[in-house]
């Protein structure tokens, strides 16, 4: 067991297992877990840095292994095993343990592990009498003005604005409520769009295997195996505008941007905290979620384990420009 820190933040965490990648054919993932939460961290590696590793560890010998992304590395030592990551993680696990896990590992052939996805459309919890095409927001109305099951304090906008805090620690025990949830989606739903084509598709993500797979295609962020993670797509294609397709794309995308940030804000209302992922591999993601949709971003949304207050900013008279 070792500490790891992480930002300012320390965490117990344990060496648990290596199984195949969800994405590169040939890859794996060696995975810890946190002591005392329902968390994970990973690490995806290519075969041929898992074949150096398998060399050394097959050897009883040391050495490093350096990572496709140019900073990790690993240090092999006799006793430890320090996998040295990028934004200051760093990793370790007995030699010992280690070697035991990738000599099993190689003995037996692997197959990445394929997820089939369902997609299904989403019905909230409120019912309304009856959605005629003229009054197609009745539902999204319903569910916008619902009563609040609880008191949640900060509903006043500029208050939201002025608390709003990111979290990428989530209390994972604490469910959100469902009605909350259908908030955070209908609010995607009240954003401007271009020429109201609505430019965007939103992606609830449920299964928690797929939640997994989306770390590992945000550039192993764990934060991202949230409570609830919404992708947010562009979908040009729907912008019935008569401009040149890097127009709409560009209208598509802040369209997306835009859902993104009210749900970020509803979230915040409802007493919630959120990070947004904007550092994803979008092929990945596209393949994860079986989409020709490009992602623009994540949000990650639950129960912060601390509240905290909201970072600092630039003064206004450095933002704003007054052209007179
Ligand atoms: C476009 C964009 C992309 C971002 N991408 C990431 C990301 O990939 N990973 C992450 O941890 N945070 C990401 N963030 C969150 C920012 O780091 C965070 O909002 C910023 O530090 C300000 O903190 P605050 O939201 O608490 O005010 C992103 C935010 C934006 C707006």
Known sequence: MILIEYGLFFFMAEFSKIEPSYISKDGCR??????????????????????QIFEILLKDSTGIVRLEDEYSRILINT?????????????????????????????????????????????????????DDDEQNKLL?????????????????????ATRRSTRNFDVSKAI???????????????????NFQGFKLVYIKNKE????????????????????LVFCIDPSRVKMNFPPEILTKFSLQDATLAA??????????GLSSIWIGMLDEEKVKQIIESDLKPSSILCIGYPQQKRPPKSRRKLKELIQVIE
């Open 30 to 51: 060696l995975i810890w877990k946190e002591v005392e939460e329902d968390d994970q961290h990973v690490i995806v590696l290519n075969k041929d840095e898992f074949e």
């Open 79 to 131: 006793d430890v095993t320090q996998f040295q990551l990028k934004e200051l993680k760093t990793l370790e696990v007995k030699t010992s343990i280690l070697r035991k896990n990738v000599l099993e590992y190689r003995n037996v052939p692997h197959e990445p592990k394929p997820i089939k996805i369902y997609p299904k459309e989403f019905y909230p919890s409120i019912e309304i009498e009856k959605e």
């Open 141 to 161: 109305n319903a569910v916008l003005t619902s009563k609040n099951k609880d008191t949640v304090s900060e509903s006043d906008l500029f208050r939201v604005m």
């Open 177 to 195: 409520e469902q009605w909350k949830i259908e908030k955070i989606l209908a609010a995607a739903d009240t954003a401007p769009t271009a020429g």
């Open 210 to 229: 797929i939640k997994k797979r989306l770390v590992e295609a945000a550039n192993n962020q764990p934060y991202v195996n949230a409570p609830l993670v």
């Open 261 to 270: 940030a009210y749900s970020q804000l509803a979230a915040s209302a409802l």
